[in-house]
Every structure is written in structure tokens, then in C-alpha cells.
């Protein structure tokens, strides 16, 4: 094989490698619009039923302020991807699962505790409430996969400075969770 068939090999290889790639990142981006509009109708159907505010317990709060803190850590460990140091990233990744498992208790203790109070609310409709809170956790569940999917690929070397997509993906999936949850939290104590 000739050297300039080798060099155009490789060039359509490239800019395949790069369609695929721009092709992932709309479908990811797609898939979070439509998941965010999901979750706003989901709101909207949940505020409809039940105009009045209704009570927010603390695990909620709580879960806002670890999110906040998610958002920090992938954020480091996005920062640690570009300069390659790869066992730090490992570490906050290991930290995001932590705080990921700690949300899902917080979220579990504020719906126990949420649930007690509006059963004391006379004509409350329950059922666009739990099917938010189910949606929501089915999102917590995609972000956690996520996490242990980086993980993964972090052990194989699949993610460097050069190849950070899926560290980037992390932090917009933790961005929304934590937006999701905080207009919840605000819309409903209003």
C-alpha cells in the first residue's frame, strides 16, 4: 500500500470518527430537551391538580445543597481529565457515586416524610406527584449508570484529555438533575 492511500485511509477514518462523534452529541442533547420537557409537563400536570403549595421536608433541601456539591466534583474531575491525571479523577468520580447513593436516601427520607404531611391535605391528588418523583429517580438511575460507565472507562484509558465526552455528559445530566430538582422545590413551596 502506497503512502498517500494509507494517509487518505486514515483521513476518512478521522472524519468518520468525528461525524459519529457530533452525531452522539446531538442525539444526547436531543435526548435531554425531551427529557426536560417531559419533566416540565410533568410539573405543570403535577401544579394543575393541586394548586395549593404543599410541604417540602428538609431531605429535599438537603438533596439540592449534595447535588450542588455533584455538580462540584464532576466539575473537578472534568478539570482533572484535561491535565490527565487520571487516579484523581477516579477518586471524585468514586465521591460522585457517594454523593449519588447519599441523594437517593435523602430523596427516599423527603418523600416518606413529604408523603406523611400531604396525607393530611384534604382532596390532594397524589398521582402526578409520584409520577414525577418516579421519573425523576429513573433519572438519578440513568446519572448513576453514567457514573459507573466512566468509571469503567477510566480504568481502560477510554477517557483522557484528549477524549473527555463522556465526563461532559456527566456534568450536564448532574446540571439537570439539579435544576429539575430545585424548580420542583421552588414551584411547589410557592
Same mark, same amino acid.
Given at each position: 500500500?502506497?503512502?498517500?492511500? %494509507?494517509?487518505?485511509?486514515?483521513?476518512?477514518?478521522?472524519?468518520?470518527?468525528?461525524?459519529?462523534?457530533? #452525531?452522539?452529541?446531538?442525539?444526547?442533547?436531543? &435526548?435531554?430537551?425531551?427529557?426536560?420537557?417531559?419533566?416540565?409537563?410533568?410539573?405543570?400536570?403535577?401544579?394543575?391538580?393541586?394548586?395549593? =403549595?404543599?410541604?417540602?421536608?428538609?431531605?429535599?433541601? !438537603? =438533596?439540592? @445543597?449534595? $447535588? !450542588?456539591?455533584?455538580?462540584?466534583?464532576?466539575?473537578? @474531575?472534568?478539570?482533572?481529565?484535561?491535565?490527565?491525571? %487520571?487516579?484523581?479523577?477516579?477518586?471524585?468520580?468514586?465521591? @460522585? %457515586?457517594?454523593?449519588?447513593?447519599?441523594?437517593?436516601?435523602?430523596?427516599?427520607?423527603?418523600?416518606?416524610?413529604?408523603?406523611?404531611? &400531604?396525607? !393530611?391535605?384534604?382532596?390532594?391528588?397524589?398521582?402526578?406527584?409520584?409520577?414525577?418523583? =418516579?421519573?425523576? @429517580?429513573?433519572?438519578?438511575?440513568?446519572? #448513576?449508570? #453514567?457514573?459507573?460507565?466512566?468509571?469503567?472507562?477510566?480504568?481502560?484509558?477510554?477517557?483522557? =484529555?484528549?477524549?473527555?465526552?463522556?465526563?461532559?455528559?456527566?456534568?450536564?445530566?448532574?446540571?439537570? $438533575?439539579?435544576?429539575?430538582?430545585? $424548580?420542583?422545590?421552588?414551584? #411547589?413551596? &410557592?
Amino acid at each position: 500500500m502506497s503512502q498517500v492511500n %494509507l494517509r487518505k485511509q486514515i483521513q476518512v477514518r478521522l472524519e468518520e470518527k468525528r461525524k459519529l462523534s457530533s #452525531a452522539r452529541k446531538s442525539y444526547f442533547l436531543l &435526548l435531554l430537551i425531551a427529557n426536560g420537557l417531559i419533566m416540565l409537563t410533568l410539573l405543570s400536570v403535577m401544579f394543575l391538580y393541586n394548586p395549593q =403549595s404543599i410541604f417540602i421536608p428538609v431531605g429535599f433541601m !438537603a =438533596s439540592i @445543597a449534595l $447535588l !450542588a456539591l455533584l455538580i462540584v466534583v464532576v466539575w473537578k @474531575a472534568k478539570y482533572y481529565v484535561r491535565e490527565d491525571d %487520571l487516579q484523581t479523577v477516579k477518586v471524585y468520580i468514586k465521591v @460522585a %457515586l457517594v454523593i449519588v447513593v447519599l441523594h437517593v436516601l435523602m430523596l427516599i427520607f423527603g418523600v416518606y416524610k413529604m408523603l406523611g404531611e &400531604l396525607e !393530611a391535605i384534604h382532596r390532594f391528588n397524589f398521582g402526578a406527584l409520584i409520577i414525577f418523583l =418516579s421519573y425523576y @429517580a429513573l433519572n438519578i438511575l440513568f446519572t #448513576a449508570g #453514567a457514573l459507573f460507565s466512566v468509571l469503567k472507562k477510566l480504568e481502560h484509558y477510554e477517557i483522557h =484529555s484528549r477524549n473527555g465526552v463522556d465526563i461532559n455528559r456527566l456534568f450536564v445530566l448532574s446540571t439537570f $438533575l439539579f435544576i429539575t430538582l430545585t $424548580l420542583f422545590v421552588l414551584l #411547589a413551596g &410557592l
